[in-house]
């Protein structure tokens, strides 16, 4: 049975544009696939632990699954990682804050992007050590980053593929809802964009159920 982790990442919860958007595409994604189920994470409501001293002094050299069990310190780490690893897809819905990604966000990625387990370094660089799978990165934001007189700075975006294409996950799919902040029909229409794409992306048939 094909698996979907689903990382929610909004303080807002069920209320914020990302999750919305990303319910729908969790229905294309199950109608696409069928039989799909869903491993979800609301990070927001349980944030992931920051990566302390304990955690610092054991992870290079814990890195097999076996040695990681034992360590109370990377206990968290290896859940997460099977998680991801068995998954068949992900889906990262997350809002951008002050250009990036939020910390409940950042905090699962640097407890899941491990030296030995996820990733190996090699002089030619990183080398990920998680098999590819289709992943889907929903952003939503009140400014504009892509279009408009006045875009902002985004660096979630390329900081996302960047470090889950470090863990060997590349086939990263990025859909935006901006200018969420801009009024009633400014959000409006981002949303029907953001539609369309779906529409585009799996058919109209399934949107229609």
Known sequence: MPTLLRLDCSPRG??????????????RL???TPGTSVIHRALFDAPPAYVDE???KVMTTHTTPELARETPALTLSEKLIVEL????????????????VPAPLKAWL??????????RSTPEGKIGL????????????GGYFTQGKVRQPEFAAPYLQAILGCMGIRDVTVLRLEGLSRGDEAAAATWATARQELDRRFGLASAAG
């Open 110 to 119: 640097d407890q899941v992007v491990r030296f030995g387990r996820t990733f």
């Open 130 to 141: 998680l098999r590819d799978r289709p992943t889907w990165i929903v952003l939503s934001s």
């Open 30 to 32: 199950q109608l696409a």
């Open 14 to 27: 069920r209320n914020a544009h990302s999750w919305r958007f990303a319910d729908e595409l969790t229905q």
């Open 85 to 100: 690893e068995t998954s068949d897809m992900l889906l990262i819905a997350s809002p951008v804050h002050n250009f990036t």
């Open 54 to 56: 304990a955690f610092s």
